[in-house]
């Protein structure tokens, strides 16, 4: 049964940083593309960023560019996202999606159930 | 940026009546989009992709259709569960981008 878990969430201050894991199993982790996708508190879905399976590309929304890093540890079956110069509308909750292929399609069939991360003072 | 617009925004209907729901795009798509049901505190879960094919373990009942700027999904007869809230995505164009959301809920 593939399996996604997100952790990491939290209370960040603006400015501030925070490191989101997304614990994968039941298939093989590193022959699909992974992605981070977001639901501010009532607002729809926002993808902002994705990672091949073949480790080669990263993409981005605009939004969250320069700011953010994706990253993957294939050996421990691992998403990561590093989140830098935090701002309140980055409060969310953060899903972690796979890719229904090992390059970038955009077909996201499996989701964690999310964390939330709120950025406030 | 391509967007996404759905409707109705909220749709009320009860179980057992036939529900229709739209996405426009704002420029072609071609066929590359996808419906998602999403229940609140549980993960989404992909319906429908490239347009018309179901996902593995969906039932018949959700159908998708459409292409170019114009998709609808449609759920022929409601069960009680699938009361919840459905979103569009695109995925032609970078970024991906979704809809935003058309809420079911029961009449």
Redesign the interface.
Known sequence: EVQ?LESGGGLVQPGGSLRLSCAASGFTFSNYAMNW?RQAPG?????IS?FSGGGGST?Y??SVKGRFTISRDNSQNTLYLQMNSLRADDTAIY?C?RD?NIGM??????????TLVTVSS | EILLTQSPATLSLSPGERATLSCRASQSVISYLAWYQHKPGQAPRLLISDASNRATGIPARFTGSGSGTDFTLTISSLEPEDFAVYYCQQRNNWPYTFGQGTKLEIK
């Open positions: 996604l996708v607002k729809g879905l926002e993808w994705g993409h929304a605009d899903y999606a229904r399609v955009g077909i996201f069939d499996y989701w964690g159930q999310g």
